[in-house]
């Protein structure tokens, strides 16, 4: 899209010329843009873009458009509609689709149905906050900030959608998921949900996730997602033999290879290292150096792809760069960096059906930049973001486990000025890391033990250095049975 700066006096008189609702509407069109204005008002929100040159006249035109507005997008833009559906047709679009297919359920609804929705929704968040008079998008919002919607994540919305009859809506769900999935290039920016900028805040061991396979038959669907229709069909392959039934509370680590140990180092001091502990678990590891953020998204893409995870336990993914809490930077340096809960998704079981059910495996070492010295560019563009990596179309497994399930985050920031005095160190957290992997008797812990003694050393660390050089921690996962790297 082509950006150049809007006029204030033009986003004054479409502030001036839209009611209450039309306002909601478009403040929720362009609610992944600016994730850090989720709370803005339109006025707000509008400048803030213009002054990001995330907004241009082709961007206002969108936006009038979906808001069916016509009659400024003549009157104030001296503009068409058919313009404005031809520049779409050319991918010119600054609305992601999923924001876009929101709005026109929104528009298909009336109160009284919205009503019900809210009602049915007592079953799935019970404490979310009801207002009476409360919108679609409003709930929407509400279920976002819950992880119990996303862009690949609408089965929720499909099934109450079911409840009160508008089979219509379902289609247009359908068809949405749909073309998501044929799609192989997206030439939309990169987005992270406003609400998903950050990983879900969970605590250690999240209730919905750790009461095993067996329980998860009985009951009221958990977050919202796989809702169960029918009782859960293992493959004999991830089943195992009969001493290690399904009903285990322990994840099955029993695959020659485990799995895939996939590492991505942008600083070059701890792939060494980190190989040759990974391979001693019985991992086939596939290293990377220096990737710029296109080659890194093409190959987390590959490695998401690849059958060979269907044949093993589990996945590892360690990544060590520059960029910011949020995202890394790679061996680029803009202002957005690609967005850490992007990678976590290629690998989640919609993305990747080879590990439905599965432990899935971060690591990820972040040498923060402070804001003020980023490059201000923008966003990455980059193919296949959202795009559906099926492994195998018949595939037989029922899909009844949570998407975001069976997932371990442990990422550790340092400030990058760390790196600039020793720039050929290797990462403290990633030594210890290995250290521990390695002994024979730490081995034997499970991730969680493991992680807890991670924890005490790199606090014992802290105790000694300049508080700037200071590591800080953060662990959160999903995992719903104990793991041990190594066979069980």
């Not at 006249?57 to 104030?76: A, P």
């Not at 669907?221 to 796989?226: I, V």
């Not at 809490?325 to 850490?340: M, R």
């Amino acid at each position: 899209m082509t950006r150049c700066q809007v006029p204030a006096v033009l986003i004054h008189q479409i502030e001036q010329e839209l009611d209450k609702e039309e306002e909601e509407m478009m403040v929720f069109l362009c609610r992944d843009l600016a994730p850090d204005l989720a709370t803005a008002d339109l006025r707000e929100l509008l400048v803030a873009l213009n002054e990001r040159e995330k907004l241009s006249f082709l961007g206002l035109s969108e936006l009038l458009y979906r808001v069916k507005r016509f009659d400024l997008l003549r009157r104030i833009l001296k503009t068409e509609k058919a313009t404005v559906e031809a520049d779409l047709a050319r991918s010119l679009r600054l609305v992601p689709d999923y924001r876009v297919l929101m709005v026109e359920l929104n528009e298909n609804l009336e109160k009284e149905e919205v009503s019900s929705l809210g009602f049915l929704l007592r079953d799935y968040a019970p404490r979310m906050k009801m207002a009476k008079d409360k919108s679609f998008l409003a709930l929407v919002i509400d279920l976002e900030k819950l992880n119990l919607v996303a862009p690949n994540q609408l089965d929720l919305i499909e099934n109450c959608f079911r409840n009160i009859h508008r089979i219509d809506l379902i289609r247009k769900i359908q068809k949405y998921k749909h073309e998501a999935l044929m799609s192989s290039v997206h030439s939309q920016p990169v987005y992270v949900n406003a609400l998903q900028a950050s990983l879900p805040n969970l605590s250690l061991i999240d209730p919905p996730y750790n009461s095993g396979i067996q329980n998860m038959n009985k009951g009221k669907p958990q977050n919202g997602q796989g809702l169960i229709l029918e009782p859960v069909h293992m493959s004999i392959q991830e089943s195992g033999p009969a001493s290690h039934k399904v009903f285990d509370d322990q994840y099955r680590m029993q695959s020659r290879p485990l799995g895939i140990c996939l590492i991505i180092d942008c600083i070059g001091n701890d792939t060494d290292m980190l190989e040759e502990t990974f391979r001693g678990l019985g991992y086939d590891v596939c290293c990377h150096r220096y990737l710029n953020m296109n080659t890194m998204n093409q190959t987390l893409l590959e490695v998401a792809r690849l059958q060979k995870h269907r044949n093993c336990d589990s996945f590892i993914c360690i990544l060590i760069s520059r960029g910011s809490p949020q995202s890394i930077f790679c061996t680029d340096h803009t202002f957005s960096g690609f967005p850490l809960e992007q990678i976590k998704k290629y690998f989640t079981a919609d993305s990747c059906p080879g590990l439905l059910g599965k432990p899935k495996l971060f690591f990820i070492q972040s040498y923060i930049v402070p804001e003020n010295e980023n490059e201000c560019t923008s966003l990455l563009e980059v193919d296949g973001n959202d795009e559906k990596i099926t492994g195998n179309a018949n595939n037989p497994w029922k899909v009844t486990i949570p998407q975001v399930a069976d997932i371990f985050w442990s990422q550790c920031k340092v400030d990058v000025s760390t790196l600039e005095k020793s720039p050929s160190s290797s990462s403290y957290y990633l030594r210890c890391l290995t250290e521990l992997l390695r002994n024979p008797y730490k081995r034997k812990l499970s991730i969680l033990d493991i992680h807890t003694e991670l924890n005490r050393r790199v606090y014992e660390w802290n105790k000694t250095t300049d508080p700037s050089q200071q590591y800080s921690l953060l662990l959160q996962h999903t995992l719903r049975k104990k793991l041990f790297l190594s066979p069980t």
